[in-house]
């Protein structure tokens, strides 16, 4: 489980920087802000989501998009305070950021597993 939190949480940063860096390009620490804003979150939603899934077995959308939403609002409040934009835009690139990530590792996760 904790390389397959550790895999989940590169491969985000891996897809989420170059989209915050089109948005912020510019700015300076773009790259440690999405690496610190994906450690905070990251690791929550990839271990609730096991937990549901493993342990409990019950896989709902549901819990997945309250996760995905905790993610976006945390990360987008984060966004804005550093990059000194409206939270507006943050959390837009945010939710982009995120609903990329989600999809990719949809799609890497069926050609893994």
């Given amino acids: 489980m904790v390389f397959n939190m550790f895999f989940c949480l590169i491969l985000t940063i891996v897809i989420e920087y170059p989209i915050v860096w089109i948005f912020y390009k510019g700015e300076k620490g773009i790259f440690k802000m999405v690496i610190l804003v994906n450690i905070l979150t990251n690791p929550i ?3 609730l989501s096991n937990l549901w899934f493993v342990e409990i077995k019950n896989y ?7 996760l995905e939403v ?33 999809v990719s590792g949809i799609i890497i996760a069926k050609l893994v597993y």
Avoid: C, H, M, P
Wanted: charged share 10%.
């Fill in 60 to 66: 709902s959308y549901v819990t997945i998009f309250i």
């Fill in 70 to 102: 905790f993610a976006i609002l945390v990360e987008g409040n984060i966004y804005s305070k550093f990059f000194d934009t409206s939270v507006k835009k943050a959390y837009f690139i945010s939710l982009i950021a995120n609903v990329v990530a989600y």
């Fill in 45 to 47: 939603v990839v271990f």
